[in-house]
């Protein structure tokens, strides 16, 4: 069922004993499906929202072409398991003159994505936690693929001791390990096929990790050769960083402590569309 | 009854109908239980917080002094009708590494007390929004004497739709006028006795407008007048701006509607202590 308001949404809340929460911006795929299937697990009732949030996008990026369906999106989104799908007017989310915002400081958000999207975050952090607010959740999904997102949000709702759990499931690949992704839908035939490389170059580097303890600037050097070997793919950033909280890494260690667990990321150009992804380097 | 910590409030959002909240920085004075008293009617529970929350405190600003007596406030509140005095310690409040910030942007956190206190209402802002997510409070209760604050509070619960209502209660004032404040501890005998001129200059500019329109700049000249007779007294700032969002305003006028009520503000160092004060100028 599609709901529009934020009194049908108080409504729900206050009739459900527990309420997990699938904030998107549509044009849903499985790694979508995948969040929403676990918050059915785990709740009593399930609210999927898609709203193209504009704050999140630079003056220059693409929302004018973000792909739309609702449609589909309401039937993915009941059929993997959604209630209710939250599909608000932009006018409802940023009243005339609102001009509040959250922002994560410090060096985490000025790293990684953040260089080439100076505002998306603050859009993204601002976002969220209003439809946090609207929706009141035991607890919220996101997705790893958008994993400096999913840190900033979990920090957000950390220090703002937000009451809401923050879930973070793992990346859905296509068959070639492309990671999902909406803007995916841009690519054409031989840019698909470039795209591939993304994921190889993160593979790359997790292989060479698994013998023995590597400098993060090699394995940095090795994914960047993998990915420059594709005219059509230009890369944004690779970086190795720790998983927690995106912090500096100078060695990656072949059997680390479950604190300093290594994640490759990485993001880049193919033709007009921006891609990003990531790989957790030496998990147990 | 006393509680410090993150679990206990959860406790008591759970087990309560309806709750009222009212955040202080405690050595508390009639206008906290003005508030504590208004929350006591309108909910089921009522907790009070005690925090003086160093973010909204600029670097040369008066937090090593401001005064406490946490034993006094536990009292005072109680015999207010609080059931829960709520007094975290700093690390509750800010976790190691807490960065995330809450903003209102625009005009209106860029005038008045902003000028003078450029960071003040960015740590206002936050710490409110921390401890309304910890409390949950159905009400959440301010008082009209900091005017700036009361307005930024409530547009943050609207901008980012807190499941939370904003209550703003009048001003206490002393015998001869005084706006109740916990910095008037801080006053010598002579100062005490000068700084009932801000109320003075208020009551001026309110009974000019009784009679007839009157141009701001006019009234502001004439409060200006009365403060500047008092030696110990400096302004930082006199205006007269419209109450609902504290836009500028031109003319004063006898008989407004209800959405031009005019507010006059003044704050002024009196010795060593910064009091602020306000007035309706034209109310039904």
Not at 183 to 199: D, F, I
Not at 211 to 236: E, F, G, T, Y
Not at 251 to 263: E, G, N, T, Y
Request: proline content about 5%.
């Amino acid at each position: 069922m599609i709901i529009k308001c934020v009194e049908q949404l108080k409504n729900i809340r206050g009739e459900t004993a527990s309420l997990g929460f699938v904030p998107t911006m549509g044009y849903l795929h499985e790694g979508h499906v995948s969040l929403i299937k676990k918050a059915r697990q785990e709740n009593d009732q399930v609210v999927v929202s898609v709203f193209v949030n504009p704050t999140q996008f630079g003056p220059n990026e693409d929302i004018e072409t973000y792909p739309k369906n609702i449609e589909r999106d309401q039937a993915m989104a009941v059929s993997a398991g959604a209630d209710y799908v939250f599909y608000p007017h932009i006018s409802t989310i940023y009243p005339e003159g609102a001009s509040t915002y959250v922002t994560v400081e410090g060096p985490i958000a000025n790293i990684l994505c953040a260089k080439s999207r100076p505002d998306h975050f603050k859009g993204v952090t601002t976002v969220v936690n209003i439809l946090l607010n609207m929706v009141q959740p035991d607890r919220v999904y996101f997705g790893q693929k958008d994993a400096q997102q999913a840190i900033l949000i979990q920090k957000m709702a950390r220090d703002l001791h937000m009451p809401v759990d923050v879930v973070v499931c793992p990346i859905v690949r296509e068959y070639d390990g492309l990671a999902l992704s909406s803007r995916n839908v841009h690519l054409t035939r031989e840019e698909r096929k470039q795209a591939q490389c993304l994921y190889q170059a993160l593979q790359d580097a997790k292989n060479l990790v698994k013998s023995k303890d590597q400098k993060a600037a090699d394995l940095v050097q090795v994914m960047k050769n993998r990915i420059n070997h594709k005219p059509l793919v230009n890369i944004d950033y690779v970086e190795i960083r720790e998983a927690r909280d995106l912090s500096p890494v100078t060695v990656v260690k072949a059997h680390p402590d479950s604190h300093k667990v290594s994640l490759a990321l990485v993001a880049a150009w193919v033709g007009k569309t921006r891609l990003i992804d990531n790989m957790f380097l030496n998990e147990e």
